[in-house]
């Protein structure tokens, strides 16, 4: 009782009445059930509404089996090393599913390649009021919804968009480039959307990294990029990390950029899990991919924080 | 690391925008010289140390270590080493690899900077401490590792901006014996910067004494405390008493001043260009004022004050014109000299007093 009592005497009765329930509401309605709800689900049948609850609604493998053998007379084979294991496999899924995975590391690591340099110069220029009307001029675009952001890189990089207005004129092409088509539209959209993501928490890390630090590694003779990889980038690590794993994860889950940039060939992951649920209608099956690409985010980003040494306290600071 | 390498100010400036943060500075600090700027804060010292590391351009004049002219030449590319105010020591490093961390940079291999770490960590007195993290040194301990960090760069001057004033009051003088110590025996030359005259004149081989961008005089300690060159090294420099007047008559050295309280006669600079009816200031140190007769310089003053220290008792007293007056006595017994309100008569050998100009004192 006496952790329980300090926590009251500490905050007040109300105080504490609020934050207990507040926090345990976000925490057990709005985080934990739903996704409870959608990880049952995802074990379940697709079944009509009467037979719900009745002797056919058993708990069964099936969607995930699905996602990796496909509809049963899946001709494609799950070959290894050139060699036919005669194992059916769901190529498309499989693949659309590494390739989001993939693009979006890429994606996280062209942002933050962006970011570092932009979030040091702020971070350790005391630029002051101009670096103030920098920070509010990477905030104002993201007051525009993300649909219309979408929309807007559309209009951008379309056939008779500014760029290839652009391009055209100044003779650089003769035909317009298809950017939509050839993914540049997607990936450009993509990393735009989350970019304060991956600036705000860097930024923070290395405002507070002591001037004379820098001063002192260069005093010692070393040069600029020792100087980044030794002090500046171990101290902004928690950031980066943080930063780097928001974008990761919203890129991956991302849904309004790779539906309206995305080209005719591409497929993002969130789209085959949204054409369950939509126009499938089966969000049992939905839900097992939903929780596939849970799953696969939350180990990769575990995986590489182990890799690169961060603790999980680290990136809350 | 070579010892006998020079430092020269040669009519340098350093502006920023329109503030003149050093204005026509001229030095000669010669080689294994332990060198101090001393003066109030702001007065342009940090800047002419970090002209010398590197970090700020001249703005007019050269900077020039063992003879040659450092312009253009960055901080990671001069033979010097830097210690910051506030140590900056690395924090996610160990305290060995913040030692070697010089030695990194020039490729040395792990066991070499390994090595070369621990024998300075000898020097230091901190044997053994290599694996530990900064954050778990004490603040005497991350001021010898900051010594050692730049020693092993082998540098051939020594740059130190403060480095004592974080620490307290017993610490700090342990490490000015420390610091002195160690220069010794590196033979190398130490530029050293600080507020604390204590520090200055105990520490060093020549002190320069700044104020507001100006070096107003370049000596030894003894001659910065008995011969002032500017009535603001007179007052800032240990306590003094400030007497004005006009110059009566210059004679051999010495210069008789008529102020409110009377005449007094004072000791001249060789360099003073002081003729009579000239506005002049006299100097006289608390503890060069006695109680009595017989000296040439005397004057009444009453007790307004007085506050007993252990070693000496301070008296404020105030003379007859109005002039106040700070005296020390030494305490050479139980017997009680002076109490408030008692009146007395002061004495003062001209020796001990010295005349000036009339100049700008150091604010309080």
Known sequence: ?317 | MSRNVGVELDALWVRFGDFVAVRDANATITGGEFFSFLGPSGCGKTTILRTVAGFQAPGGGQVRIGGRDMAGIGPNMRPTALIFQNLALFPLMKVWENIAFSLEVKGVGKTGRRKRAEELLELIALPGAGDKLVSELSGGQRQRVAIARALCAEPDVLLLDEPLSALDLKLRQRMRAELRAIQRRVGITFIYITHDQGEALTMSDKVAVMKAGVIEQIADGRTIYNNPATPFVASFVGENNVLRGKIRAVAEGFAQVETPDGLFRGRLRTDATLQPGGDAMLFIRPEAIALGGGAENRLTATVEAEAFEGQATHLQLRAAAGQAIKMSLVNRGAVRDAHSGSCHQLVFAAEQAVVLPAGELVSE
Not at chain 1, 107 to 117: E, G, H, K, Q, W
Not at chain 1, 145 to 169: H, K, Q, T, W, Y
Not at chain 1, 266 to 292: C, E, H, K, M, P
Request: aromatic letters at 16%.
């Open chain 1, 1 to 317: 009782m006496g952790a329980v009592g300090g926590f009251f005497e500490r905050n007040g009765l109300l105080l504490g009445l609020y934050l207990l329930f507040g926090v345990g509401f976000w925490i057990l309605v709005l985080i934990v059930l739903p996704q409870l709800a959608m990880l049952d689900l995802s074990f379940r049948h697709n079944l009509p509404p009467s037979l719900v609850g009745g002797p056919d609604d058993v708990y069964t493998l099936e969607n995930y089996r699905h996602f990796l053998v496909g509809n049963p007379g899946n001709p494609d084979r799950l070959f290894l090393f050139g060699w036919d294991t005669g194992i059916p496999f769901n190529t498309i899924d499989i693949s659309v599913f590494f390739r989001t995975i993939l693009a979006a590391l890429a994606v996280t690591l062209f942002d933050l390649l962006l970011c570092y340099p932009l979030a040091y110069y702020l971070g350790q220029s005391n630029i002051g009021g101009f670096g103030r009307i920098f920070l509010l001029l990477l905030v104002i675009p993201y007051w525009v919804n993300e649909i219309l952001r979408a929309f807007a890189f559309r209009i951008l990089f379309g056939n008779s968009g500014i760029l290839n207005f652009l391009l055209l004129n100044l003779g650089i092409v003769d035909q317009p480039a298809d950017f939509i088509r050839a993914d540049v539209a997607l990936y450009a959209g993509l990393g735009y959307a989350y970019i304060l993501l991956m600036i705000f928490p860097i930024y923070n890390a290395i405002e507070s990294l002591d001037r004379n630090q820098i001063e002192a590694a260069r005093d010692l003779g070393s040069p600029w990029w020792r100087i980044h990889w030794r002090v500046v980038i171990p101290f902004a690590k928690p950031g980066i990390v943080s930063g780097c794993t928001m974008v990761f994860m919203l890129t991956a889950g991302a849904l309004a950029a790779p539906q309206i940039l995305g080209g005719p060939s591409s497929l993002w992951f969130t789209q085959i899990i949204y054409q369950w649920f939509n126009t499938g209608q089966n969000w049992a099956r939905g839900s097992a991919y939903a929780v596939v690409l849970l799953f696969a985010c939350v180990g990769l980003v575990l995986l590489l924080m182990r890799l690169f040494k961060v603790k999980m306290g680290e990136i809350g600071k």
